[in-house]
């Protein structure tokens, strides 16, 4: 079990994300992920070290994330990049930039392997996830919109699973709405999702499915993207 001081966590409190949150693309995670070990010490040390606001090139000496690779992908197809499909570049050289048009954030600040109750590895500063979820996500909530306010994003796409396990509850707190629930590859069971979308002033919010779903590939991804652009021009005004 590990322990974090209170002043450790309130570094990490503070932490606002990857890139520019004046960038015209937004993704919200839950919280940081652990690969392989579910030790979270080593991502605790450098996330205590960094600044409120990070270059995600800074952020790269630790491998890469698949998560990355497919926001890279989001955002080409919202350009209207007929390359979309191969966004390496974009992910090395624009994605989660202190100058670019992407923001990558989550709603809470402690890494963590998965966000089940029963694999909660803190005892400090809170000893339960639920008593820490209880605490952070208002505070959270805050930070991120004021982010929001200061110049509103054109898109904004919240992932993670969906159900009573999932943070779906959580992003809908951050952002409340009549969301319209959409089908993506409906005629192919295997491969077949569901996103929730609704708008927020003039920003549209997606509701999906963590990056790493076995559902989630390049045409799932563009199918997202095209549902997102054609609930923006139908609500347009």
């Known amino acids: 079990m590990v322990s974090v001081s209170d002043q450790d966590f309130e570094r990490m409190a503070a932490f606002q994300g990857y890139g520019n949150p004046d960038g015209k693309y937004?993704?919200?995670?839950?919280?940081?992920?652990?690969?392989?070990?579910?030790?979270?010490?080593?991502?605790?040390?450098?996330?205590?070290?960094?600044?409120?606001?990070?270059?995600?090139?800074?952020?790269?000496?630790?491998?890469?994330?698949g998560?990355?690779?497919?926001?890279?992908?989001?955002?080409?197809?919202?350009?209207?990049?007929p390359?979309?499909?191969?966004?390496?570049?974009y992910k090395?050289?624009?994605?989660?930039?202190l100058d670019g048009n992407t923001f990558l954030t989550e709603l809470y600040p402690l890494p963590t392997k998965d966000h089940k109750v029963k694999t909660w590895p803190y005892v400090s500063p809170y000893a339960s996830r639920l008593d820490y979820e209880v605490a952070v996500l208002p505070r959270r909530i805050e930070l991120i919109k004021g982010l929001w306010s200061r110049n509103p994003p054109e898109f904004v796409f919240c992932y993670g699973m969906e159900g009573r396990d999932g943070p779906w509850d959580a992003f809908q707190t951050?952002?409340?709405?009549?969301?319209?629930?959409?089908t993506i590859s409906k005629d192919d069971p295997?491969?077949?999702?569901?996103?929730?979308?609704?708008?927020?002033?003039p920003t549209v919010v997606v509701l999906m499915h963590?990056?790493?779903?076995v559902r989630l590939h390049y045409d799932q991804l563009g199918e997202i993207v095209d549902e997102a652009l054609k609930y923006k021009e139908r609500n347009a005004g």
């Open 67 to 81: 998560a990355w690779y497919s926001m890279a992908l989001i955002a080409l197809k919202l350009d209207g990049d």
């Open 26 to 65: 937004w993704f919200i995670g839950l919280e940081e992920g652990i690969e392989g070990e579910s030790d979270p010490t080593p991502e605790i040390e450098r996330r205590r070290n960094s600044g409120e606001l990070v270059d995600l090139a800074r952020a790269r000496e630790k491998g890469g994330s």
């Open 190 to 201: 295997k491969k077949s999702n569901e996103v929730r979308i609704t708008q927020s002033g």
């Open 210 to 213: 963590h990056f790493r779903s």
């Open 92 to 97: 090395e050289q624009h994605l989660g930039r």
């Open 174 to 182: 951050l952002v409340p709405g009549d969301y319209e629930p959409i």
């Open 83 to 89: 390359n979309w499909k191969s966004p390496t570049g």
